[in-house]
C-alpha cells in the first residue's frame, strides 16, 4: 500500500471513530443511562446483581483514569472495524471514502453512534451479531488473525449480558439447523466463541465475587413480564394461602408495571429485593408458565410484536439517573464534575427531533428485509445480500423475543440491534446502485457529420 493509501485509510479510519463518538464529544462526557452505575459498582462492590455483567464492569473500571473516554474509543473503533469487514465480504473493500459514508450515513439516519457513545453493553450485542455471520457465511474472505479477533469479539460480546449469549447462541442453533441444507456454513468458530463467552462470565464473576455462577436474573424479569400481564395475581389469587410464597400476603399490593416494581417499589425494597425474591420469582414465574399456556402463548407473540417496533433512540438517557450519579461519585469521585458539567446532566438531552428520522428510518428498514430475502429466494438478488437480509431478520426476531416476550418490551432493546437493518439495506442500495453504473454504457462521441 502506497504513502498515499495508507493516509487516506488513516484519515477515513480516524474521521468514522470521531463520528462515531460524536454524541459524547458534543456532551462533554460519555452518555450515562439507568444501568451504567449497576455495571460500574460490579468491580468495586464484588457482588453479583441480575443482568449487571462482571465482564463490563471491568471494561469500565479500565477506563476510569481518563473518563472513560478508552471504552468509548474501543466501542467505535471496534464499530468501524466489523463495518470494514462487513463491506469487504460483500465486494466494497479498499475503499475508504466508502467506508466512512457508510459511518457517517448510519450516524445520521439509525442510533448507532448514540449505542457507541454510551456506556452499557448494547452496541456489543449487533456486533456480536455481525461477528458471527462473518465466522459463519462469509470465513472465506477473512485472514486467520481476524478470525481469531471475531472470536475474541463474540466471546466478549456474549459476556457482557446474558441477553446477547441467548441471542448469539439461538442465532447458531439456526445455523445449525440449516447446515443441513446448506454444508457451507462454518459452525467451529461460532461454538468455540460461545463456550469461551462462557468461560469469561463464571471466571469474572469468581474472580469479582468469588462465585462460580451465571450472571442471576433471568426467570425474574420474566416474572416481572408476567406481573405486568396479569399472570401473577391471576395465579396467586387463584393458589394462595400457600405459606412457601411470601408474596400470597402482598398480592394485592403489587404494581401492574414491571419497572414500577423492580426499581420504584417500596414492597419489593421491604421484601429483600432480588436477594430475597428471587428464588420465589422464578417458582411463581414458572408455575404461572405451566398453569396458563395458551394464555401465555398470546401473551409472548403479542410481546415479541411490540418489542420488534420497539426502536426509538435514546431511552434512559436522562438527566436524573440517581443511582448512576450515587455509583459515579462513591467510586470514582474524581469524575463527578466533569459528569455534571456534561449536557445530559446539565439540561438534558432530547430526543424526540431525532427520533422523527431515525423511527421511520427503522421501520423501512425492518420493512425492507423481507423484502430483500424474497428477491434472494427468486434469484434476483445476490445470494450474500440474502443471507445477510435472513441473518438480520433472524436477529431482530429473536431479540425481541428474548427481550420482549423472556423479559418486557422496551425501546432500549430494540434499538441495540435495529441499526443492522439499516445497515443492510445500506448494502443492498449500494450493490444495486453499482450494478445500474455497470449497465448503463459509458458515453461515446458520435462521428463528426463533418468528416
Same mark, same amino acid.
Given at each position: 500500500m502506497e504513502a498515499r493509501d495508507r493516509a487516506v485509510w488513516a484519515l477515513a479510519i480516524g474521521t468514522s471513530v470521531l463520528v462515531l463518538m460524536a454524541p459524547a464529544l458534543w456532551n462533554g462526557f460519555p452518555l450515562l443511562q439507568w444501568d451504567t452505575g449497576g455495571?460500574?459498582?460490579? &468491580?468495586?462492590?464484588?457482588?453479583?446483581?441480575?443482568?449487571?455483567?462482571?465482564?463490563?464492569?471491568?471494561?469500565?473500571?479500565?477506563? =476510569?483514569?481518563?473518563?472513560?473516554w478508552p471504552v468509548l474509543l474501543l466501542q467505535a473503533a471496534l464499530t468501524v472495524w466489523i463495518v470494514a469487514l462487513m463491506l469487504r465480504a460483500h465486494g466494497f473493500g479498499r475503499r475508504p471514502l466508502f467506508l466512512f459514508g457508510v459511518i457517517a450515513a448510519l450516524s445520521i439516519g439509525t442510533t448507532l453512534p448514540w449505542l457507541t457513545s454510551i456506556l452499557l453493553t448494547d452496541i456489543f450485542c449487533g456486533l456480536g451479531v455481525l461477528a458471527l455471520y462473518l465466522?459463519?457465511?462469509?470465513?472465506?474472505?477473512?485472514?486467520?488473525?481476524?478470525?481469531?479477533?471475531?472470536? =475474541?469479539?463474540?466471546?466478549?460480546? #456474549?459476556?457482557?449480558?446474558?441477553?446477547?449469549?441467548?441471542l448469539l447462541l439461538a442465532l447458531l442453533m439456526a445455523a445449525a439447523v440449516l447446515r443441513f441444507f446448506d454444508t457451507k456454513l462454518r459452525l467451529g468458530q461460532g461454538v468455540i466463541a460461545l463456550i469461551l463467552?462462557?468461560?469469561?462470565?463464571?471466571?469474572?464473576?469468581? #474472580?469479582?465475587?468469588?462465585?462460580? =455462577?451465571?450472571?442471576?436474573?433471568?426467570?425474574?424479569?420474566?416474572?416481572?413480564?408476567?406481573?405486568?400481564?396479569?399472570?401473577?395475581?391471576?395465579?396467586?389469587?387463584?393458589?394462595?394461602?400457600?405459606?412457601?410464597?411470601?408474596?400470597c400476603a402482598y398480592k394485592d399490593e403489587l404494581p401492574n408495571d414491571a419497572d414500577v416494581w423492580f426499581w420504584g417499589s417500596p414492597l419489593f425494597d421491604k421484601l429483600g429485593r432480588f436477594a430475597g425474591l428471587d428464588d420465589e420469582m422464578a417458582t411463581i414465574a414458572w408455575r404461572a408458565?405451566?398453569?396458563?399456556?395458551?394464555?401465555?402463548?398470546?401473551?409472548?407473540? =403479542?410481546?415479541?410484536?411490540?418489542?420488534?417496533?420497539?426502536?426509538?433512540?435514546?431511552?434512559?438517557?436522562?438527566?436524573?439517573?440517581?443511582?448512576?450519579?450515587?455509583?459515579?461519585?462513591?467510586?470514582?469521585?474524581?469524575?463527578?464534575?466533569?459528569?455534571?458539567?456534561?449536557?445530559?446532566?446539565? #439540561?438534558?438531552? &432530547?430526543?424526540?427531533?431525532?427520533?422523527?428520522?431515525h423511527y421511520p428510518v427503522a421501520l423501512l428498514s425492518i420493512a425492507l428485509l423481507p423484502i430483500l430475502i424474497g428477491m434472494a429466494w427468486?434469484?434476483?438478488?445476490?445470494?450474500?445480500?440474502?443471507?445477510?437480509?435472513?441473518?438480520?431478520?433472524?436477529?431482530?426476531?429473536?431479540?425481541?423475543?428474548?427481550c420482549g416476550a423472556l423479559s418486557n418490551p422496551h425501546d432500549r432493546y430494540g434499538a441495540r440491534v435495529i441499526w443492522l437493518a439499516g445497515f443492510t439495506a445500506a448494502i443492498a442500495m449500494a450493490r444495486v446502485f453499482e450494478s445500474l453504473r455497470r449497465d448503463i454504457p459509458s458515453a461515446t462521441p458520435e462521428p463528426s457529420l463533418m468528416n
Open positions: 455495571y460500574l459498582a460490579r &468491580s468495586y462492590e464484588g457482588i453479583l446483581v441480575p443482568s449487571r455483567a462482571v465482564v463490563y464492569g471491568l471494561i469500565l473500571r479500565i477506563g =476510569v483514569p481518563l473518563s472513560f465466522l459463519v457465511l462469509r470465513a472465506e474472505t477473512l485472514a486467520r488473525t481476524e478470525r481469531i479477533g471475531l472470536v =475474541v469479539l463474540i466471546a466478549i460480546a #456474549a459476556a457482557t449480558h446474558s441477553a446477547t449469549f441467548a463467552g462462557a468461560v469469561l462470565v463464571f471466571a469474572a464473576d469468581y #474472580a469479582v465475587a468469588r462465585q462460580l =455462577v451465571w450472571t442471576p436474573g433471568g426467570p425474574a424479569l420474566s416474572f416481572g413480564r408476567m406481573l405486568q400481564d396479569g399472570f401473577v395475581t391471576k395465579y396467586l389469587d387463584t393458589y394462595c394461602p400457600d405459606r412457601r410464597l411470601t408474596l408458565l405451566v398453569a396458563y399456556p395458551g394464555q401465555q402463548a398470546q401473551a409472548a407473540l =403479542v410481546a415479541t410484536g411490540r418489542q420488534l417496533i420497539a426502536v426509538h433512540t435514546g431511552e434512559g438517557v436522562l438527566d436524573s439517573i440517581w443511582h448512576t450519579y450515587r455509583i459515579i461519585e462513591r467510586y470514582t469521585p474524581q469524575l463527578t464534575d466533569a459528569m455534571r458539567a456534561a449536557r445530559q446532566q446539565d #439540561a438534558g438531552i &432530547s430526543f424526540d427531533a431525532l427520533n422523527t428520522l427468486r434469484q434476483r438478488l445476490a445470494t450474500d445480500l440474502g443471507e445477510l437480509a435472513t441473518t438480520c431478520a433472524l436477529a431482530l426476531l429473536a431479540n425481541a423475543f428474548i
